[in-house]
């Protein structure tokens, strides 16, 4: 046997060996790419990665379209096919998901021949002919040219209409549905005021607007409060909700930042009517225009609002790459009301836009400067009108040389500072600790690894002020005295870009440790369709590439989105509910517009196409046709006058009050045959308030103020926050100046849906809970309204309780009650009056502090509690 065995092993030996000259030839055989590889592409992989469809950006049905690759890389390395992408994904290797993902699997032969065809260099003929890809292209009604549409005809207009009037009657016509009659005047001159300004009609003006029998009397009442500096502070809370403004970084640290000058400049931008073009322009890219301006360089802390996450231990790049994504969905939500953060780890599963195109955006934002020491930074400091009147900025200059020369005396004793400051930590007790400025606590806090830059930096400074630092070391004598007498400017954050460029890179499902191909700035190119024929016509589609093109791009004709949503947006403001009512996605899972004729007419007005007024137009040009956009016209773009038309249009101006045959015809009255009754937003409630004590701040502008508020909020964080509690007029100023911490909103206005700052809003919710009555009732703030309310009341020229009544009604609904109500609130003064003068000690607690002179603690307290009452009613928030 084991002769046997030893001769068929010989055998074996002896066939194996005649056959290895066969082998070795088979596998040296050179692989033809257009016989032997492009057929095998072409059967399994074209479908998703050919001409018609690229998914992951790759094309596989070309030598090239392999070579250059995907969102991922090129998808072979010539020479290396363990090492190539297309291996991985055809035998689902290296964690790849397993390709083509439906249908029959390659043959092992197959796979063996692209295995061989990589390896041998993956060769292919120089002259291959390929198709181009088919562009992107959609037929979703809002990637279409915005139309210059004709306001339709109608047989029985509202009285008093223009082209809006035009297409909502249009419509309830066919609905067999009529408009409701026109809403009193002193319902109008309120709705009026709320919506334009923020804040409830004085009596006066209600009486004025009421007694002015005149026909323009609505209209001279609307261009009075367009003019009102109140207006930029009314519209420009919506635009800091877009723009995710606070006064702190996030995180649970929730570091205090200083930005409040941006706050401003959006307030200041809109009073002066700024094109809502350039103001779209500096925000985006105010730091790339030629010799920026101040309040240009003000502006770009539009995209300085992200989030900071400063605690120990955390990766820098990380947040930067956080911070950019943000910008990316931001712009993508406010200006082109799309979902693009949908395709920051793959193809949107919906919308044409490609992953790649969403880092082609990011790639726009990817070169701001960013500092990881001081993750505020780049930052300026904005002197007021008066310091620059006195020259304090070129003093300034000049004692910052001299901080300059004793900075760098002291460089070489940096290391026995730090010793000192190490020596000074471990002699500190808690109760040392808990005397010390907010952030140097935090600092201290924290174990030594675990600090931040900017604690290290907090802590260096303080320690550097300290009389035992500046004993030892004079330098810092003298830095802080310099320091001490240098004047104090305000500073703001800003966006600045770096010189080179950073490289941009798709991000692998979103991991930005894991960089896939290059890409360069582009917009989406389901957003280059064939677009408007325009008598200016914006940027070059093929040469936007850098943030100051982008911003110029949203406004340009080409772009169809940023007009349709940003018309929809104040419509929805005016009105309650937008035209399309997913307003921040206007891709194919949002709804489709009620009236989509009205919305492209609403967008061309804003955008002012061709001549088009503010009245039903009588232009005879073809209603399919593309909108011409007259750049030149300076009424383009004006917010002003496109609010002032759609406040003067009759559907504007019809009754809110609830009908019958629109319960069930139009529940949620989509088709606008009344208009909408709404609750006022959070700072409106604060504001009028304020407006009906009479204790209104009215200066505009300037740092954030602090309004009492309930003890204990900031327990549950994980930093106590400073909150001196502000006195004097900032006391008593507007919502929108109240100082925002990202990880604790201001309860009263959180208890009415203020929004989460961290992210963009576009739509604030409306609910309606106990406790927006509580938070009305009880609340400190309230209460001290109520009490000023009432010292208004008494001091007021008034004969009996009637009267006096009577008049506290039309302060607060700005209406005369009538008989009924007028009843019940004489029977409450009445009780109130015998409750107090039975329980002195709840008079005192409950009366105001001083009560007016010549009025007793029992009457003041029981008008203290009618003005409760008062301002506690639904129409007292409400917008009617």
Known sequence: ??????????????????L?????????AAVDYSTQVKPILLKHCADCHGKETQQSSLRLDSAKGVTTGGDSGPAVIAGDSARSLLIHAITGTEGALQMPPDGDKLAEADVAMLRRWIDQGAHSPGDEVTEPAVAKTSRHWAFQPVRRVIPPTVEAPFARHNGIDNFIQDRLLREELTPSEAADKTTLVRRVHFDLLGLPPSVETVQEFVSDSSPDAYERLVDRLLASPHFGERWARDWLDSARYADSNGFTRDQPRTIWKYRDWVIDALNQNLSFKQFVIEQIAGDLLPDPTLEQLIATGFHRNTLINEEGGTDPEQFRVEAVVDRV???GAVFLGLTVGCAQCHDHKYDPISQREYYQLYAFFNSNEFHAGDPTAPRIDVPSKEQIRSGEPERWKEIQKTIQRLEQELKDQISAIADDLTAWEKTLTEEDKAKLPFNVKNALDLPPVDRSETHKRDLDAYFRRLPISRSKYPQLDEIGRLRQTAPQFATTMITREINPPRETYIQIRGDFLRKGAPVQPAIPAVLKQPAAQAASPG???ASITNRLQLAEWLTAPENPLTPRVIANRYWQRIFGRGIVETENDFGIQGDPPTHPELLD??????????TSTGAASDDAADANSPSQVAASDPRAWDLKAFLRGLVLSATYRQSSHSRSDLIEQDPMNKLLARQARIRVDAEMIRDAA????????TELGGPPVYPPQPEGVFDFTQDKKPWKTSTGRDRFRKGLYTHIWR??????MAAFDFPEPNVACTRRIRSNTPLQSLTLANDQTFFEFARGFAVRLLEAPAGDDSDRLMHAVQVALGREPNSQELARLRGFLHEQRDRFAQDIPAAEAFAPNPAPAGISLTEAAAWTA????????????TRE
């Open 1 to 18: 046997m084991p002769v046997v065995r030893f001769f068929s092993a010989l055998l074996c030996c002896a066939i194996l060996t005649s």
């Open 601 to 610: 007419w609403l967008a061309a007005e804003f955008r002012r196409d061709t």
């Open 743 to 748: 990880s604790s909103i201001y309860p009263a």
């Open 690 to 697: 304020l407006t009906v004590s009479g204790l209104l701040t």
């Open 329 to 331: 969905n931001t712009t």
């Open 20 to 28: 290895c000259p066969l082998v070795a030839h088979a596998d040296d």
């Open 539 to 541: 940027p070059e589609l």
């Open 866 to 877: 009618v003005s409760r009452v008062l301002l506690n009613l639904d129409e007292f928030i």
